[in-house]
């Protein structure tokens, strides 16, 4: 019976997600192609600082010299970081502004099949979003997708999700005792962006580099840049997928511990309702 009850907590939440979101199709068609947009700047910039698309400097740091399909593939994958970051924090934030997060948190359903459900439905809409601006990326920028690169690629996102939905545990958690998300969300972003190689290769800065190996996105990118732009096998990149792995259990116990201690915490002080 636990079981069932804890598929249709996962269910509920998926649904609940989906026909709120459905309400905002302007959401949407912005989480769509937002992603793609911001690498237009970059390609102006190629062209005014390189005199083009391709650069030989370039080529010796990252192993292609196809600045605009890294910087794409960069794109598509980090959609999956800023909605892991805004997701659970902020479905969390809304709940209580809704007056429901009380009701959500105080019923009997297990805390791990609320966050489950929440997590899947911005895993769904998150994956839509990729495929959209894939396809995007393939008609006007000429991106490279073949099949047989596929499964390999979608193995390394199914482990990218984990890690950062790990993380996003931790960070709903916070929220449950700060009230506020946006600011701690823009923060990690923000970091992401800097120290983990997104937009450019870490390997610019030494220091840049030693931060990113403790950020998942960066082993992430490394594998799906090497499988689409370098044409190696994911054998050959099977550290970076372990490491990967080993990286999703810390951060999902990590993030699933932070959040049980918080719950608790703001329990026990009476805030958990407060606005």
Not at 6 to 19: F, P, R, S
Not at 197 to 218: A, E, F, G, Q
């Amino acid at each position: 019976m636990r079981r069932v009850s804890d598929i249709g907590v996962i269910k509920a939440e998926v649904t609940k997600y989906l026909k709120i979101l459905l309400c905002y199709p302007m959401e949407l068609v912005f989480w769509c192609v937002f992603p793609v947009v911001w690498v237009v700047p970059f390609i102006f910039q190629g062209k005014a600082l390189v005199g083009g698309l391709t650069s030989q400097s370039f080529a010796r740091l990252t192993g292609t010299d196809q600045y605009i399909p890294y910087v794409l593939i960069g794109a598509i994958l980090n959609t999956y970081v800023m909605s892991a970051l805004y997701g659970m924090g902020e479905s969390l934030r809304s709940e209580s502004y809704w007056g429901t997060l009380e009701i959500i948190l105080g019923s009997p359903s297990r805390r791990v099949s609320i966050l489950i459900g929440k997590a899947l439905a911005e895993s769904i809409m998150t994956t839509g979003y990729a495929i959209s601006q894939s396809i995007i990326c393939v008609v006007v920028f000429g991106l490279e997708v073949t099949v047989g690169k596929i499964l390999p690629i979608l193995l390394v996102v199914a482990l990218l999700i984990c890690g950062l939905y790990g993380l996003a545990m931790a960070l709903a958690a916070v929220t449950l005792q700060i009230k506020e998300s946006h600011s701690l969300v823009h923060t990690i972003e923000y970091f992401f962006y800097l120290f983990s190689p997104v937009r450019y290769p870490v390997d610019i800065n030494p220091y840049i580099k030693m931060v990113s190996l403790v950020i998942p996105i960066t082993y992430a990118l490394i594998v799906v840049r090497g499988i689409m732009l370098l044409n190696q096998s994911i054998e050959t990149l099977w550290r970076n997928v372990f490491i990967l792995f080993i990286m999703d259990i810390l951060f999902l116990l990590l993030g699933f511990a932070t959040f049980t201690f918080m719950e608790k915490r703001v329990r026990q002080s009476g805030t958990m309702g407060h606005y």
